[in-house]
C-alpha cells in the first residue's frame, strides 16, 4: 500500500496551489488530507468518499476556500487550495481509510508529506 503527495511549494498569500495524492495496492473508503503546522499537532482538513464523492471539510478556516475531489480513474485525490493564507503553511498529509470517518485514529496508510509554504 502506497500513498504519494505531490505539489508542495512556495506560495504568496492570496495565491493558489494544488495538492495531489496518488493510491495504490488496495481500495479505500476514503482519502482525507491532514495537515501539520510548525509546533502544532495535526489536524483535519478534508475528506472525500471513493464511492460516493462525498466531501468533507474541517471548519470554516478552510471551508470555501478548499476543494477536494478524486478521480477514480487514476486513484488521484486532489486538494484545490486557493486564497491562501500564513497560517496555512504546514506538512499536508493524504491519507486513506477503509471506511468512512473523519478521525485521524481511523487512518490506516499515510503518505509521505508535503510542504506548503504560504509567504506574507
Known amino acids: 500500500v502506497q500513498l504519494q503527495a505531490f505539489g508542495g511549494g512556495l506560495v504568496q498569500a492570496g495565491g493558489s496551489l494544488g495538492l495531489s495524492c496518488t493510491a495504490s495496492?488496495?481500495?479505500?473508503?476514503?482519502v482525507a488530507w491532514f495537515r501539520q503546522a510548525p509546533g502544532k499537532e495535526r489536524e483535519f482538513v478534508a475528506a472525500?468518499?471513493?464511492?460516493?464523492?462525498?466531501?468533507?471539510y474541517a471548519d470554516s478556516s478552510v471551508k470555501g476556500r478548499f476543494t477536494i475531489s478524486r478521480d477514480n480513474a487514476k486513484n488521484t485525490v486532489y486538494l484545490q487550495m486557493n486564497t491562501l493564507r500564513p497560517e496555512d503553511t504546514a506538512v499536508y498529509y493524504c491519507?486513506?481509510?477503509?471506511?468512512?470517518?473523519?478521525?485521524?485514529?481511523?487512518?490506516?496508510?499515510w503518505g509521505q508529506g508535503t510542504l506548503v509554504t504560504v509567504s506574507s
Open positions: 495496492g488496495r481500495t479505500f473508503g476514503m
Open positions: 472525500i468518499g471513493r464511492i460516493d464523492g462525498v466531501t468533507y
Open positions: 491519507a486513506a481509510a477503509k471506511r468512512i470517518t473523519t478521525r485521524e485514529g481511523g487512518y490506516d496508510y
